[in-house]
């Protein structure tokens, strides 16, 4: 029974709730702001449903499925900027939308402060949808929906983590024909609660409301900037994301450290991610970003071929670098548990200082590529890097 479950078997996609048609499964966050279910024994009444319905609980395939590799620039500069890397997201989800079809992905909620997954059939809802998150989204709800469009013949697309796409087929129990899955390259889903802590953070030295929250802002080039939107129409931004990302690798979700779908066996038609040292294996301007597309599946293919009347695409030759999410799990650090006691003792502000401290060397190195980008010198370092 799922009442049962550990936590390094759950990825907290909510399908165990979705399917149970007594209601007796409720997805509740825990101490560290994880999704589980928690079941109510009186109204269940043993039917199994939710161990069938949990793919972290039935056998992963590991046969390799990614066919071919490819780098991916958008044409429309807008689009790079708004993107976390070159825009194949939105290519994709636009030729989804176009044909009326429905984009999943997931978005900032400014009320809440948490990520989660909304349905979108413009082109305004689905901008919401970009960017890295870096941190676990919300589906509780969105498998249900997805089933009931594809069932009345729209075409959908869904954009997720690797677990919640195979989740995904696993609660419809095959892969329809007018659904087309993204899967991301995922390195673990970090806790909502830290991610709600540090804009607090934000929000207590501005004394201002968040109204949106980006990781990866382009407004300094293609680096690491992390950029807070305020009700009162105001920004700030700062170039220590990547402290914020160190804290990252010792919050993640449990099952994480042993994620069954960190290998190259995929769930979606195509996988996207970043391809950031393109100077090793193209020679391409990667200042406002590149992606690294994989296709997976005959549909991925025929997606990619179509995407050239608006995306600069070319096949790469990834041998040269080390994909991490698709070779192992993220790694379990022996400062995790010491980094939720200090947390929970001692607040987010200390443990943030204490793990993940500010360095004068990555500071002025990340302030040195903002100069860069203001300069427009950037792409002439990015090929010296490179």
């Known amino acids: 029974m799922v009442s049962e479950f550990s936590k390094d078997k759950c990825c907290g996609c909510g399908a165990c709730s979705e399917i149970c048609g007594r209601g007796a499964i409720a997805m509740k966050p825990d101490d560290k702001g994880f999704l589980y279910p928690i079941i109510d024994k009186g109204l269940c009444v043993g039917c199994g449903l939710c161990d069938k319905i949990c793919a972290m609980n039935n056998t992963h395939q590991s046969s390799k499925t990614v066919k071919n590799s490819f780098a991916l620039q958008h044409f429309d500069k807008n689009v790079l900027y708004g993107s976390s890397s070159g825009g194949a997201f939105t290519a994709v989800s636009d030729k989804i939308l176009n044909n009326d079809g429905l984009a999943f992905g997931s978005v900032f909620d400014k009320n809440t402060l948490d990520v989660k997954h909304i349905c979108a059939d413009n082109t305004v809802l689905r901008d919401r949808m970009r960017g890295s998150k870096y941190v676990q989204s919300s589906t509780t709800g969105v498998f249900s929906e997805i089933k009931?469009?594809?069932?009345?013949?729209?075409?959908?697309?869904?954009?997720?983590?690797?677990?919640?796409?195979?989740?995904?087929?696993?609660?419809?129990?095959?892969?329809?024909?007018?659904?087309?899955?993204?899967?991301l390259l995922c390195h673990g889903a970090p806790s909502p609660k830290v991610l709600k802590k540090h804009i607090e953070l934000f929000e207590k030295k501005y004394n201002k409301k968040t109204v949106d929250f980006s990781y990866r802002s382009k407004k300094y080039g293609y680096n690491h900037t992390l950029s807070i939107s305020f009700s009162d129409g105001t920004e700030k931004s700062s170039v220590n994301l990547k402290r914020l990302l160190k804290l990252y690798t010792l919050n993640m979700r449990e099952s994480c450290y042993a994620c069954p779908y960190a290998s190259k066996h995929r769930y979606g038609d195509i996988t996207i991610g970043d391809l950031w040292e393109t100077g090793k294996i193209a020679n391409i301007h990667n200042c406002l970003g590149t992606s690294l597309v994989f296709t997976n599946t005959e549909k991925g293919e025929i997606m990619l071929e179509g995407l050239k009347d608006c995306c600069n695409i070319f096949p790469v030759d990834v041998s040269k670098l080390y994909i991490g999410a698709m070779n192992n799990p993220v790694k379990?650090?022996?400062?995790?548990?010491?980094?939720?006691?200090?947390f929970d003792k001692y607040g987010y502000e200390y443990a943030l200082n204490k793990y993940a401290p500010k360095?004068?060397?990555?500071?002025?190195?990340?302030?040195?590529?903002?100069?860069?980008?203001?300069?427009?010198l950037d792409k002439i370092y990015s090929r010296i890097k490179g």
């Not at 697309?157 to 899955?181: D, R, S, W, Y």
């Not at 190195?365 to 427009?376: A, C, G, K, P």
Request: charged share 20%; with cysteine; glycine share 4%.
């Open 332 to 342: 379990k650090s022996n400062r995790v548990d010491l980094f939720w006691q200090d």
């Open 148 to 183: 009931k469009q594809l069932n009345s013949g729209r075409e959908v697309l869904f954009t997720g983590t690797p677990c919640q796409c195979a989740e995904l087929i696993h609660f419809l129990g095959e892969k329809p024909n007018n659904l087309f899955i993204i899967d």
């Open 359 to 376: 360095t004068m060397k990555s500071t002025v190195y990340q302030y040195f590529l903002r100069v860069l980008s203001i300069l427009h």
